[in-house]
């Protein structure tokens, strides 16, 4: 069994031959925990990266490709590494501990820092890769001379597959359950280290190198201890960053910062991180927003858009032919631009924006609207909810009188006007506001999932809109010939209750809005 | 409620005569010790500059002067020194009265005063006076006037005046920064003792009373114009007083209700309640009786008017409704009424420094008393300016590309800090329909003291530095980090800011002696002859000057 003792200069390893057998049994318990870590890794990069990528089938495929791949690397360099062979296994231990353990909390907090999250996920992964193939063949090499080669390989062998059984039961049945990823990734860091310290405590032959490499080893555990007390604080910082989906677009304009994020089920745009659709439903938005004054005066063909940046009211608005120009005024060229340029979203508005019959104005829409000349069939107001005095100024009794001017005979104007249900008095306060300026309106409300129950008036200066109910265009989903009728109906929780006016020297209804939200809210 | 007022009136930017042996704007720029804040900011690297009353002018008046020669052909029926609001206010009233043959003299490049402004890439910003109080609805040519301007823009079936929403001052209108904490209003309110409370509620009651009295003669106990104020001596004895004598009487000594009246002296009049005569006061109070609707027809109470560059757009609108030649940066600099047929305005032109003789019918001085007698010495030595005081102002205009906030309530037109030196700042954006994170934040600063002429030398010998850095310790307490955010800081030191109204003056003998014509061809018009300085007034005192000359004859109509 014993070929050749250790080639030891201590005279008590020679004198008791039993402890040789149990050094090895040792090394080989080592085999077991470290091949245990190493799919660990494995198996965490491809959590991660199904979890903050999506589609989970390629992340796991590729996270293992890559590392097994990089294992590979790794024990073909084991050939290059000469001298103390134990040396070099101690200090690996240490740095697969390292690498290893920080792989989770590191991936998640550089999510939504880095600018390629890809190149910091593969470059770890092959890191830990290349690490954990070294590992093997280094302890193999260590054994080679103690050991008879077919037992040496067998031995070996089993315990490596023996660990990564254990690791691929407890990962998903106890460790993430009860740990959490970053957690488990900290704890099998830390094992790492600790079969470094054990080897280290055990082989009288690491003598020479033992201080420096414990020091290593104590420094390298208090990372990963302090990481794996501060497991909570680290995902919280993490998810904080995380719009619980991925950024895919970031920019801060000189008016906003605008966000576009992404995941399975839809494609969300957050304006100074306030929502403003969500692709799985601006549908019913937008054509709420558009149909009914579209159907209220079907031969319209001038039409003025005011905020709506995304193109997707407009988007709406080019289902009628008979349109012959859409002006949309919109204050930030960064968000219209944004509208035409990329492709995910231009698919998602159809291109609307680059439309021959869209003229795209970047300025600010109650100044324009002062001094604008010509008249409307369809005015479309798709401001931001009133939650500021300067966006309260677009909802005033001033603004409403310089909006009647830019009407034609017969011309209707729809406004978004918050949420009937959350915001009951600011939505019944703008359709006050309205009529105080002589507009005949229209309230009506659509359910959209991703805000709740939302609001719209409808308003002409004649008579109050009808809006046909026949003839809506094809293709649409949500408004149809019943469903008119339907959005004019407030069951008493949402019906009209008395409020002021909002006027630029009161700005009553950014009192409400505040207040409606902060009720809204507990 | 109480607003601020400021000068509307001009000061001709004569300052020069009193002040050797420094004039303002000769001071440089640059090189004090004082120029860094703590917080390693160096102000002479944030760009901006120290401006004030023409110093070109004021260099030139300090020689000795002989009257012209060269005499201009024209004979005016007219000739008007001084271009701020009374001045205009003067133009205007002989314009509409067909006497169209006028010329109006300005020392600075264009007319204004008080009511000048500036403008660039951010706002317009006000260099002095900032807004009217809605007016009284019994002042019938002030309400002409803003009928003319818009402002008014009709009235009600039982003739209530409605007001622009645009004219307006827009919501949120006032905060005070006070314990760490923007609270609503100007008045001390949240976290104070319940006993303070109280003697805030009696006082305001009490102004509430004031607001409605009338004296014996049946006329209101305070009114705006002042001279239509009540001879009742129940009222008029409070000029004899100081306005803490009358607190004193009264019984106030609340901490918080004596800051805010002393507050409201300082931004009335630029003085301490110590020097200010209890009815100018209580007047401040008690005369804003302004009666309208805005468009949608609701009453408005306590409002005021405003707009970005503060009163610069009324005075551009006195201006615009007159075509009368105005020359400016032209000094008067002597009167002569030795000539019978005509009286001789000596002037000397700025830019090219030659003097000549101007001859008019009538001359209406629109200058501050101090400037008149200079220009009259020879004409009437017997004439003097005592009782005349004018309180020193400094007023600095930030351009900002951001505005740190602390807690409490947002962003108003009107922002005080309680405790502080200044009375506070007015974002000059707020009337504009769009926001924007670039400001500019127009910042008031009286400069109180026992000695007005002491201020005054000390003030023109303050680097733009020192204003800044005074200006910026105090505006951090309540937004940290400003100074970091400064694009532009230019200071702007007004000498003889406003006439104060000290004890005795409003209803002593000095402001009546002051006005009275000499030998009916020179007459005076300047809101130092109403004793506080204020658009209404100034407006006031040109027409009522006017009227007296057309009263007194020798000018067609």
């Known amino acids: 069994m014993v070929d050749q003792p250790l080639r030891s200069e201590s005279e008590r390893g020679r004198a008791v031959a039993g402890n040789e057998a149990a050094r090895q049994w040792l090394l080989l318990l080592s085999v077991f925990v470290i091949a245990t870590c190493g799919l660990i890794y494995e198996l965490i990069a491809g959590t991660l990266a199904s979890y903050l990528l999506g589609d989970s089938v390629t992340q796991f495929s590729t996270i293992i490709g890559t590392y097994l791949f990089a294992m590979g690397v790794g024990s073909w360099l084991s050939n290059k590494l000469d001298g103390n062979l134990l040396r070099w296994f101690v200090r690996i231990e240490i740095l697969v501990g390292l690498v290893g353990g920080f792989s989770a909390p590191l991936l998640f907090v550089l999510f939504e820092y880095v600018v390629s999250f890809r190149l910091v996920l593969y470059t770890l992964v092959s890191m830990t890769g290349v690490l954990v193939g070294l590992e093997i063949p280094l302890l193999m090499r260590i054994l080679e001379h103690r050991v008879a080669f077919r037992d040496l390989v067998s031995r070996v062998f089993t315990f490596d597959y023996i660990g990564a059984l254990l690791a691929s039961l407890i990962f998903p049945l106890v460790l993430v359950p009860m740990l959490g990823l970053v957690r488990t990734s900290l704890l099998f860091g830390l094992l790492n280290v600790g079969v470094a310290v054990w080897l280290l405590l055990r082989f009288p032959e690491t003598r020479p190198f033992r201080t420096g490499l414990l020091t290593a080893a104590g420094m390298a555990a208090m990372l990963l201890l302090a990481g794996f007390v501060g497991a909570e604080r680290i995902m919280s910082f993490a998810e904080a960053a995380t719009y619980q989906s991925s950024v895919i677009y970031s920019k801060s304009t000189p008016y906003q910062r605008i966000v576009l994020t992404r995941n399975a089920r839809d494609l969300r745009l957050f304006l100074n991180g306030n929502l403003q659709f969500s692709s799985a439903d601006e549908y019913r938005y937008h054509e709420a927003l558009v149909h009914p004054a579209m159907q209220a005066n079907p031969t319209a063909r001038r039409v003025l858009v005011l905020g709506g940046g995304d193109g997707l009211a407009v988007r709406e608005l080019l289902r009628y032919p008979q349109i012959d120009s859409i002006q949309l005024v919109d204050l930030d060229p960064g968000m219209t631009r944004l509208f035409q340029e990329n492709t995910l979203l231009t698919s998602l508005n159809k291109r609307s924006l680059l439309s021959p019959k869209v003229q795209v104005i970047n300025d600010d829409a109650y100044g324009w609207v002062r001094s604008d000349t010509a008249h409307y069939d369809v005015v479309i107001v798709d401001f931001p909810d009133p939650s500021n005095y300067s966006i309260g100024k677009l909802y005033s009794t001033a603004f409403y009188r310089e909006l009647a001017r830019r009407l034609a005979p017969g011309g209707v104007v729809v406004v978004q006007s918050t949420s009937p249900f959350l915001a009951r008095r600011s939505f019944w306060c703008v359709v006050h506001t309205m009529q105080a300026e002589g507009f005949q309106t229209l309230p009506y409300h659509a359910y959209v999932p991703s805000f709740g129950e939302w609001g719209f008036v409808l308003a002409s200066l004649t008579d109050t809109p009808r809006p046909r109910t026949r003839n809506v265009p094809a293709g649409l989903r949500f408004i149809d010939a019943n469903s008119l009728r339907r959005l004019r109906d407030f069951p008493p929780d949402m019906a009209d209750i008395p409020t002021e006016l909002n006027k630029l020297n009161n700005q009553a209804l950014v009192q409400y809005f505040e207040e409606d939200w902060a009720d809204a809210g507990q | 409620m109480n607003r601020r007022r400021f000068i509307q009136t001009t000061a001709l930017g004569l300052t020069a005569f009193t002040v050797p042996p420094l004039v303002p704007g000769c001071t440089t720029a640059g090189g004090s010790d004082s120029g860094t804040l703590s917080t390693g900011q160096n102000w002479s690297n944030v760009p901006g500059n120290l401006l004030g009353p023409n110093a070109k002018a004021g260099h030139w008046l300090r020689q000795t002067l002989a009257p012209a020669t060269a005499v201009e052909p024209d004979i005016y029926d007219v000739v008007i020194v001084g271009g701020g609001i009374s001045g205009l206010s003067a133009r205007r009233w002989l314009w509409q009265k067909g006497v169209r043959n006028t010329l109006m003299l300005e020392l600075e490049t264009q007319p204004g005063g008080n ?411 300047h809101s130092d002859l109403s004793g506080i300085s204020i658009f209404e007034e100034a407006f006031s005192q040109g027409i009522r000057a006017v009227n007296a000359m057309l009263t007194g004859g020798g000018i067609a109509t």
């Open chain 2, 115 to 525: 009511s000048g402004s500036g403008k660039n890439d951010v706002s317009a910003f006000p260099w002095g006076a900032h807004y009217l109080p809605v007016p009284d609805a019994r002042h019938a040519e002030l309400i002409d006037f803003l009928r003319e301007t818009g402002t008014i823009t009709g009235c009600t079936a039982n003739g209530t005046p409605i007001y622009n929403d645009y004219h307006l001052c827009h919501d949120p209108e006032e905060r005070l920064f006070l314990d760490g904490r923007w609270q609503d209003g100007l008045i001390p309110n949240e976290g104070i003792p319940d006993a303070d409370h109280q003697q805030i509620t009696r006082f305001l009651a009490l102004i509430e009373t004031l607001k409605k009295a009338k004296g014996a003669d049946g006329r209101d106990a305070f009114a705006i114009p002042l001279d239509r104020s009540s001879t009742d001596p129940a009222y008029r004895l409070l000029d004899t007083i100081t306005m803490t004598e009358w607190l004193d009487q009264q019984g106030f000594t609340s901490t918080y209700l004596r800051w805010y009246v002393a507050y409201s002296c300082k931004d009335d009049y630029g003085t301490t309640p110590n020097q200010t005569s209890a009815w100018a006061g209580l007047h401040y109070f008690a005369s804003r009786k302004g009666v309208g609707v805005d468009a949608n027809g609701a009453t408005l109470t306590s409002a005021v008017l405003t707009w970005p560059e503060g009163n610069g757009f009324l005075m551009n609108q006195l201006r615009q409704q007159a075509d009368s030649p105005i020359r400016s940066q032209t000094i008067a600099y002597a009167i002569d009424l030795a000539d019978p047929s005509a009286v001789r305005v000596s002037v000397n032109n700025v830019p090219t420094g030659k003097q000549t003789v101007i001859r008019a019918r009538k001359v209406l001085l629109a200058v501050p008393q101090f400037v008149a007698n200079r220009l009259l010495t020879t004409a009437d030595p017997t004439r003097t300016a005592t009782g005349f005081h004018y309180a020193p102002w400094v007023v600095v205009n930030l351009t900002v590309n951001a505005l740190p906030q602390t807690a409490g309530k947002t962003l108003c037109w009107d922002n005080v800090l309680y405790g502080t030196e200044s009375v506070g700042y007015v974002s000059a954006n707020h009337q504009h329909l769009t926001d924007s994170p670039q400001r500019v934040l127009t910042i008031y600063r009286p400069l109180t003291g026992n000695d007005p002429a002491e201020v005054r030398r000390r003030a023109y010998h303050t680097t733009r530095e020192e204003w800044l850095h005074q200006t910026m310790t105090e505006l951090e307490t309540a937004h940290p980090g400003l100074s970091a955010h400064i694009q532009q800081a230019d200071v702007w030191v007004w000498g003889h800011g406003m006439i104060s109204p000290t004890p005795g003056f409003i209803w002593g003998e000095a402001r009546q002696k002051a006005r009275q014509p000499v030998q009916a061809r020179v007459y005076f018009a």
